[in-house]
C-alpha cells in the first residue's frame, strides 16, 4: 500500500505538478483547492504527510494543520 498524501493549494498548477511528480514517484495523492474541501477530507482519511499553502480564499492554512494535529498526531504537515 503505497502513503497518502493531501496537498492543498488554491492554484491548480501547484496542485497539479506537485500531485503529478508524487503520483509518478508511487503516491497515493488527493488534492484539494480550499480548507473546507481539505478538511472533509482529512476527516474521512488517515494521511502521511499533508502539504498545505499558507494562505488559502482568505482562509489560512494553519486551520489544516491543527485539524491533522488534532486527529493524527505522526502525520507531518509542511505549509507550502
Known amino acids: 500500500m503505497s502513503e497518502k498524501i493531501l496537498i492543498v493549494d488554491d492554484e491548480e498548477n501547484i496542485c ?4 503529478r511528480f508524487l503520483s509518478d514517484e508511487g503516491y497515493a495523492v ?9 478538511l472533509e477530507k482529512i ?7 499533508v502539504f498545505a499553502d ?5 482562509r489560512s492554512g494553519t486551520e489544516i494543520l491543527k485539524a491533522v ?3 493524527q498526531k505522526n502525520c507531518p504537515v509542511v505549509m507550502i
Do not use: C, H, N, Y
Not at 497539479?16 to 500531485?19: A, E, K
Open 16 to 19: 497539479f505538478t506537485l500531485g
Open 30 to 38: 488527493t488534492t484539494a483547492s480550499d480548507v473546507e474541501s481539505a
Open 69 to 71: 494535529t488534532d486527529r
Open 43 to 49: 476527516e474521512k482519511t488517515d494521511f502521511d504527510l
Open 54 to 58: 499558507i494562505l488559502l480564499k482568505g
